[in-house]
């Protein structure tokens, strides 16, 4: 009787084992579900030994993750192909507008199939993915919002005649671009397709950055630098001046003899107290820009923006040539954009 028992065991067992859940092939490797091709979808698996929650919760970090990566990529090429075609337009800070954004910002389009989730060894499975045909109807709108102020931006910089005209207009155009580039990224990223609507406002950009050269070229600035101390130092901040705009694409000499272009006239003043270890003194860089031979003045900006600074532990003196001594290319240079953008297309 105990042999037959034990026959009758082992034949449960052996039906209780067949009869047990499979997990299926494709939570080991998403794109071998058919109901999801990968031309399709962004799809990804995770398990969790907690919680079908927590696994539908890793899942759905593990589509956002391969977007991300995917845009990464997408974006690193995009910038290997600008840099190695010259893109003789862009000046060197003109290349911020080519970095662009890595984020996935629509996670919120990832969705859990339930029917592709289930428990197997003790362990819960979850399947997410992300339509690729939902993600470009979306990115396309969003591409399509942000190109009707550049669009426009750039049409009206074809027509201004004026310097001012066109530097507003530029400004605008370059603020939508990075965000357009971004988004047209991300849409190849996604679907493994080019966003043909992002070529020609491309080439209609590198277009503008080519007026851009052309005018600032004409632009020609002359530099001249007041202070009340320190000529020699004054001197030297003329040249830095110079050497600050012609990185910014502008055509700059010292001096102050002013027949055409522009005239950017700089006054340096300085406050000195008493600091914890001896005397801390500051300069203020007082700017203002006019066309030459006009009263009127185009713009007042402060070129320090409280960063030139020195200190000495002896007397006032050195610390105001320490302060001097902290006046530095790179500040000016972005200073000066940062400044000269309301007026110059920088």
């Known amino acids: 009787m105990s042999g037959f028992i034990r026959a ?6 052996i039906l209780v084992a067949g009869c047990a859940a499979v997990m299926p092939p494709y939570l ?24 079908m929650a927590d696994a539908e919760v890793r ?16 974006s690193k090429s995009y910038q290997r192909e600008t840099r190695r075609g010259g893109e003789a337009a862009y000046s060197s800070d003109d290349r911020v507008v080519v ?20 428990r197997y060894e003790g362990r819960y499975y979850a399947f997410a993915y992300l339509p690729k045909n939902k993600f470009l109807a979306l990115a396309a709108s969003e591409y399509k919002k942000d190109a009707i102020p ?13 310097l001012g005209g066109f530097a507003t207009a530029y400004a605008t155009a370059r603020a939508q671009i990075g965000k357009m580039r971004a988004e047209a990224l991300a849409i190849r990223a996604v679907t493994g397709r080019p966003f ?9 950009w590198e277009d503008l950055l080519s007026q851009r050269s052309e005018r600032l070229e004409k632009s020609r600035i002359s530099v001249t630098v007041e202070a009340v ?14 050497t600050a705009l012609g990185a910014l694409g502008l055509s700059a000499t010292s001096g102050g003899d002013c027949q055409n272009g522009l005239l950017l006239r700089v006054k340096v003043s300085h406050a000195c107290r008493a600091g914890s270890f001896g005397p801390d ?5 007082d700017a203002e820009i006019r066309k030459c031979g006009a009263e009127n003045v185009l713009l007042r900006a402060d070129l320090s923006a409280g960063i030139f600074r020195g200190s000495s532990t002896q007397t006032e003196a050195k610390a105001l040539k320490a302060a001097w001594n902290s006046v530095n290319g790179d500040d000016l240079k972005k200073n000066l954009r940062k400044s000269l953008a309301a007026v110059l297309p920088l």
Not at 99 to 118: K, L, Q, R, W, Y
Not at 150 to 162: Q, T
């Open 8 to 13: 009758i065991a082992s034949l449960v067992t």
């Open 28 to 51: 080991g490797n998403p794109q071998a579900n058919r109901r999801f091709p990968p031309g399709e979808y962004v799809c990804y698996t995770a398990s969790s030994a907690e919680s």
């Open 59 to 74: 899942a759905k970090k593990g589509v956002a993750e391969q977007v991300r990566s995917k845009i990464t990529a997408v």
């Open 99 to 118: 970095e662009v954004e890595t984020s996935f910002t629509h996670a919120e389009m990832i969705a859990i199939d339930p029917g592709s989730c289930g």
């Open 150 to 162: 550049f669009r426009k931006a750039v049409e009206r910089a074809g027509r201004e005649a004026g």
């Open 196 to 204: 043909e609507a992002f070529d020609k406002d491309e080439r209609d």
């Open 229 to 242: 101390v320190g000529q020699d130092e004054a001197r030297a901040l003329e040249s830095k001046l110079c």
């Open 281 to 285: 003194c500051s300069l203020a860089l």
